[in-house]
């Protein structure tokens, strides 16, 4: 698939619950509250569309959430999704905390890799950030996803003004004994926390310095993917790699290629824009194959160009939990 600008769309991203066993500050207000089962995906509707997506040139899947881990029968649903047509690299974004129970069975069904999001290596800050979560579950899940083969691990660590920005520095040396790929995120404004946001955010550039300050200079690493946004370095030895994924600060539009299914079944076109396609509807309606092909192919060719941050068009329809990030 093509969109109107000639972007190529194959790396679809699926939300697979919008509930989560955490409460990160970036991500979600803290009185959340859930979409009930009835209004979500059930599993052969997710699949039915992976059919489809991946029959229109989807190839790569990534799930998340919400918490992608704390939906039931995940270990199936992974071997279903992994069986489709067409589908070469499934991945998975998770806080890491169910992994020592789940890594193992994951892999074995077929997971290709984790992005574990870890935000410091302080107990008491990852607390705070989380709003109770327990950081040594964290660090058994990454240990338990790397001796399962879910590799390479990626580690992603969204950088919030007074919470980690000086945390930064931890993370980064993790990269010189793990062969792990470290990525600072600019923290984004997004739903309900999106004030909050504005004021927190920490340029990867001042990142970048507080990193090569206490560590020394970064090295680019060769042989960029343009589709990755985190553009790889590496510190003098280190056997893992540095990314910094700029969204607000320097956007990597040109090189987007995906679009998004969120957990109540509405296609997402741009992280940042809050144009939706409700496929749900259709899907329960009966629709054939066909119609919502067709449906996806037209929504995908409107898919947006940029997002409005820099003029103050904030996102605000979703909390980034019921996108996925
Ligand atoms: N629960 C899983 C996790 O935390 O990895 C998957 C869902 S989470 C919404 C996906 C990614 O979005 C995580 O890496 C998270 O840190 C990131 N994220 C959440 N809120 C964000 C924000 N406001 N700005 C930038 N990244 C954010
Ligand atoms: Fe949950 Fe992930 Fe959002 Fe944190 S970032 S609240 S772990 S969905």
């Known amino acids: 698939m093509f969109d109107k600008y000639g972007r190529h769309i194959h790396y679809l991203r699926i939300s697979l619950t919008d509930a989560c066993n955490l409460r ?7 009185d959340v509250t859930f979409k009930p089962r009835s209004e979500l995906l059930e599993d052969e509707e997710i699949l039915r569309l992976v059919r489809i997506f991946a029959h229109l040139g989807v190839d790569k899947i990534r799930l998340t959430g919400g918490e992608p881990t704390i939906r039931p029968r995940l270990v199936e649903l992974v ?5 489709v047509s067409g589908i070469r690299e499934l991945a998975m974004t ?3 905390i169910l992994l020592p129970e789940l890594a193992h069975p994951l892999k074995m069904a077929g997971l290709d890799r984790v992005n574990i999001s870890l935000d410091t290596l302080d107990p008491h800050k990852f607390h705070a950030i989380t709003r109770w979560g327990h950081l040594e579950d964290v660090w058994a899940g990454i240990n338990a996803a790397e001796a399962a083969g879910l590799e390479p691990i990626k580690i992603n660590s969204v950088v919030t003004r007074g919470f980690n920005e000086e945390d930064v520095v931890d993370l980064a040396r993790l990269t010189l004994d793990h062969p792990w790929d470290v990525r600072f995120i600019e923290l984004m404004p997004v739903g309900g926390i999106a004030e909050f946001a504005q004021s927190a ?3 990867s550039r001042e990142t970048r310095e507080r990193i090569e300050k206490a560590l020394g200079p970064l090295q680019e690493v060769a042989g960029h993917d343009p589709r990755d946004p985190a553009r790889p370095y590496r510190l003098p030895g280190a056997q893992g790699r540095i990314g910094f994924i700029d969204s607000i600060s320097n956007p990597f ?4 290629t995906r679009i998004r299914l969120t957990a109540d079944g509405k296609l997402r076109l741009c992280l940042l824009h809050d144009t939706e396609v409700d496929l749900l509807t259709p899907l329960r309606e009966g629709a054939d194959d066909e119609t919502l092909a067709r449906i996806i192919r037209e929504a995908v060719w409107e898919k947006p160009w940029g997002h409005g941050l820099a003029r103050n068009v904030i996102p605000r329809s979703r909390h980034m939990s019921q996108i996925g990030g």
């Open 253 to 256: 539009c040109a090189g987007c």
């Open 79 to 83: 071997r279903q999704i992994k069986r």
């Open 24 to 30: 990160c500050v970036y991500c979600m207000p803290e």
């Open 94 to 96: 998770t806080n890491g």
């Open 201 to 203: 955010v920490v340029p």
